[in-house]
């Protein structure tokens, strides 16, 4: 067990719908990241925020989103959903903003249809 | 630009042998963190290895070692006396310093050890 926990573990949806993904980091890990996990694109980092504050962008969607609260649980916001969207969405965390392991929870697999 | 290649898509192997995954990276920075993680058929990642470029020691933990070679841009893993529990989808990762753990999978390789 990573300690990171995501919520939920499975999500059915239709397209154009909008859904949110949580993510709890590990106690005391003040950064949380989002990797996208698809069959064409493989593991893609999302976004990455420290201690609330956004750190760094990858291949993340106009149509995503996310926060970091000040609890340090961060939410995923996926809107206009696609079929294309169909993916495994992980959250990791980890202590410090740079290199330290991360440590990835067991993902949110969203379907939509 | 930065690229970690995994050219074995599938291994298939039997119980108790040995086996080897491959993976080469690209990156002009001189410093950056080389990751292996495992991801069974539940479908959670779990961490297995990090190593930064200036280490180039060989490490060994149990059954698995890791070949870490600057000098053909590699970082190898090796599974030795396969079992079961291995079956899984192995990737390998990098980023650099300063790159805030924005990590470049490659596209992993599906092990199956068959009993």
């Known amino acids: 067990d990573s300690g990171v926990t995501q919520t939920p573990k499975h999500l059915i949806t239709a397209t154009g719908q909008r859904v949110t993904l949580r993510c709890s980091p590990r106690s005391g890990d003040l950064s949380v990241y989002w990797y996208q996990q698809s069959l064409d694109q493989g593991l893609q980092f999302l976004i990455h925020y420290y201690n609330g504050e956004e750190r760094a962008k990858g291949n993340i969607l106009e149509r995503f989103s996310a926060q970091q609260f000040p609890d340090l649980h961060s939410e995923l916001n996926l809107s206009s959903l696609e079929l294309g969207d169909s993916a495994l969405y992980f959250c990791a965390s980890s202590y410090g903003p740079g290199n330290s392991p991360l440590h990835f929870g067991n993902g949110t697999r969203l379907t939509v249809t | 630009a930065q690229k970690v290649t995994q050219a074995q898509t599938e291994i298939s192997v039997v119980e108790k042998e040995d086996v080897t995954l491959d993976c080469v990276y690209e990156?002009?920075?001189?410093?950056?963190?080389l990751f292996w993680y495992k991801q069974p058929p539940s479908g959670e990642l779990v961490f297995l290895i990090r190593?930064?470029?200036?280490?180039?020691q060989n490490e060994i933990s149990g059954r698995y070692s890791w070949n870490f070679q600057k000098s053909t841009s590699s970082f190898n893993f090796t599974i030795t006396a396969s079992q079961v529990v291995d079956s899984a989808v192995y990737f390998c990762a990098l980023t650099f310093s300063g790159g805030y753990n924005k990590l470049i999978f490659g596209a992993g390789t599906r092990l199956a050890v068959h009993p």
């Open positions: 190593r930064n470029s200036f280490d180039e």
């Open positions: 990156t002009r920075d001189t410093t950056y963190y």
